[in-house]
Nanobody, 129 residues
């Protein structure tokens, strides 16, 4: 089992930045592919970004490409999502997820929620005008 705990959410003005953290415990974090998803009010949860075990391959949703950066520190069992140039439409609950990936996932696999076995409780990000 893996437990994931997100932190770093909050209220920020448009154009500002936040860094989300995802602290993992339990099974070796470094063996898992890590992803971030978000769910805005009244909408379905959607893919944001994913990062392979080694950190060598990154995937981003088009809506965040160039503004968000996913990273991980396997020595600290922690993943991160640096969010810059935030927009009001980025307002959502952000979830960290992790899943076993014996082989390199494609973008389609990395963006599929059912591929992830472990999920955090989420952290709220609110972007005001």
């Amino acid at each position: 089992q893996v437990q994931l705990v997100e932190s770093g959410g909050g209220l920020v003005q448009a154009g500002g930045s936040l860094r989300l953290s995802c602290a993992a415990s339990g099974r070796t974090f470094s063996s898992l592919t890590m992803g971030w998803f978000r769910q805005a009010p009244g909408k379905e949860r959607e893919f944001v970004a994913a990062l392979t075990r080694s950190g060598g391959t990154l995937y981003y949703a088009d809506s965040v490409k160039g503004r968000f950066t996913i990273s991980r520190d396997n020595a600290k069992n922690t993943g991160y999502l640096q969010m810059n140039s935030l927009k009001p439409e980025d307002t959502a609950v952000y979830y960290c997820a992790a899943g076993p990936a014996p082989f390199l996932w494609t973008m389609r696999e990395a963006s599929t929620q059912s591929k992830y076995d472990y999920w955090g409780q989420g952290t709220q990000v609110t972007v005001s005008l």
